[in-house]
């Protein structure tokens, strides 16, 4: 029903800037909510933003004051303004998106980001 796309990965500098982007397609004005989440090797995949409908966004502590999400007025694109990137967020990206009545949840394929010298 939403099929979602990342872009925007790639190798940075420490204390560089990245901006990842998420385009939705499909039942976009079904979506609830969109989030990016990360996955780094050897670790579980843990929430890095979330943003719902109403705009109050949750963010987890390791990314707060350096990270920004955002989604467009059409609700069918998320971006993740990442700043301040250190070896610590090198991991793989993903888009997710929550469906309003419920329902399995959707994700992207991932983009890697890695930030190393």
């Known amino acids: 029903q939403v099929q979602l796309v990342e872009s925007g990965g790639g190798l940075v500098q420490p204390g560089g800037s990245l901006r990842l982007s998420c385009a939705a397609s499909?039942?976009?004005?079904?979506?609830?909510?969109m989030g990016w989440y990360r996955q780094a090797p050897g670790k579980q995949r843990e929430l890095v933003a979330t943003i719902p409908n109403g705009g109050d966004t949750i963010y987890a502590d390791s990314v707060k004051g350096r990270f920004t999400i955002s989604r467009d007025k059409s609700r069918a694109r998320c971006t993740l303004q990442m700043n301040s990137l250190s070896p610590e967020d090198t991991a793989v990206y993903y888009c997710k998106a929550l469906l309003l009545g419920g329902g399995p949840d959707y994700w992207g394929q991932g983009t890697q980001v890695t930030v190393s010298s």
């Open positions: 499909g039942s976009i004005f079904s979506i609830y909510a």
